[in-house]
């Protein structure tokens, strides 16, 4: 029965080895890939016998979003809520070399249109969020919008710049709001990247270096590995990481997405 599934017929689906990697997927050579380190996510369908609901929601915060993309827009009834907190509006368009939301929500949630590529959860209602800086209120109202427009995972691709970067009162409580109070009192998935600066974030071998969304207790830490099954040169490590995803890196396969 885990095989009955139909995949999808999109034309880039066969490469993106981070869904389901068999050793050997498009332009690239066998030697960057081992059979295997994936994210588990046609496994993941197969074992459902399905490619996840509607009923879910995910939030993207991050820069812009290329609302025109067909992965993105789906049926024309997938995203919800879009909304930019600089300008106030709700056109989370990219500005120039503002593409790192649109490549996120692709991986995240790309549709199903019969091209283009395939996100984890194709059939996931979209929230995306663009924003341009870290405050206090603009952390709290870019959760406070995820969670009232019923999201049930918020993706964050970023964290701060410094290395000494420690939450305020106010962002703490925020993230933590979201993470126990959003799905209608259940608690929403709250997702961060552990970092790109090949270093420990962990409060310990090197209390000085101290990633505040990503340390969160409420907040799952998310470490980047390639499609050699090796973390990514780049990503960060620590005690508080709870997974690593695929991504880039050194000697691997660039993942296939929506930008």
Not at 17 to 32: D, I, K, M, V, Y
Request: proline fraction near 5%; charge should be neutral.
């Amino acid at each position: 029965g885990l095989t009955a599934l139909p995949l999808p017929a999109d034309h880039l689906f066969p490469a993106q080895w981070h869904l389901q990697n068999r050793g050997q997927h498009g332009h690239w050579t066998s030697t960057a890939f081992r059979a295997g380190a994936d994210a588990k996510v046609v496994e993941a369908w197969q074992a459902m016998n399905n490619l996840g609901s509607s009923n879910v929601t995910v939030a993207v915060i991050d820069s812009g979003f290329d609302l025109q993309h067909p992965d993105l827009v789906g049926n024309g009834h997938k995203v919800v809520a879009p909304w930019d907190f600089e300008t106030n509006t709700p056109d989370p368009s990219p500005r120039l070399g503002d593409w790192h939301g649109t490549a996120c929500a692709g991986v995240a949630i790309g549709a199903i249109t019969g091209s283009g590529i395939v996100g984890a959860a194709p059939n996931a209602k979209f929230i995306p969020i663009r924003f341009t800086y870290i405050s206090d209120s603009q952390v709290e109202r870019w959760l406070r919008h995820a969670t009232q427009n019923g999201a049930d995972v918020i993706s964050n691709s970023w964290g701060s710049q410094s290395d000494h970067f420690i939450l305020s009162t106010r962002m703490f409580n925020a993230l933590k709001r979201a993470a126990t109070q959003g799905r209608n009192g259940k608690g929403a998935v709250l997702v961060f990247a552990s970092g790109n600066t090949s270093r420990n974030i962990s409060n310990g071998p090197t209390p000085q270096s101290v990633t505040g969304f990503a340390t969160h207790p409420n907040v799952i830490a998310v470490a980047a590995s390639n499609s050699k099954d090796q973390r990514s040169s780049y990503s960060n490590y620590g005690n508080h990481i709870h997974i690593a995803a695929p991504s880039n890196g050194s000697g691997g396969a660039g993942v296939t997405t929506a930008d």
